[in-house]
């Protein structure tokens, strides 16, 4: 009889520990939710307002292909304030590569053709190709500062 109350605690006692790791789990499934829905929404990035402009001709510090199978790779691309990102459309397909803001958006990269941007903001912009953002085809810039 003794023996089986001491069951009866040890019980007790466990099923309180797993409650407790469950308010410990509490926050994640609400981290799971922010990060999910990605698709054609923004995801985590943010939208470029005047984060970069316009080069011709320079020296890509990092370059981002646009490819046939609808993907930019790499799809995030990590820089600093002041480099520059060549788009190369690797395939025949035509893409764009498009930010929220206009002026550093390329609307027909066509098979073969580059664009550069020298960014100019810290933060980690969100862009896509119209064409193919149905089947994924988004991608980061994310500027470190200095
Ligand atoms: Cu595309």
């Known amino acids: 009889m003794r023996r089986l109350r001491i069951m009866g ?4 006692l466990s099923a309180g520990l797993a409650a407790a ?3 410990d789990g ?3 499934p609400a981290a799971t939710s922010s990060n999910g829905s990605g698709g054609t929404g923004s995801g985590n990035g943010s939208s470029c307002n005047q984060c970069g402009s316009l080069v011709h001709g320079a020296t890509p510090t990092v370059t981002v292909d646009a490819t046939d199978q609808d993907q930019f790779s790499p ?6 304030v002041g480099d520059i990102v060549e788009w190369k459309n690797t395939g025949v397909q035509t893409h764009s590569v498009t930010f929220s803001d206009a002026s550093i958006t390329d609307p027909t990269l066509n098979g073969g ?4 941007v020298k960014f100019t903001k810290p933060g980690n912009f969100y862009y896509y190709c119209t064409f193919h953002l149905s089947l994924g085809m988004t991608g980061y810039i994310d500027v470190a500062s200095g």
């Open 75 to 80: 799809k995030t691309t990590h820089l600093k």
């Open 21 to 23: 790791g469950c308010g």
């Open 113 to 116: 053709q580059v664009f550069e």
């Open 9 to 12: 605690l040890l019980l007790v």
């Open 26 to 28: 509490l926050p994640s």
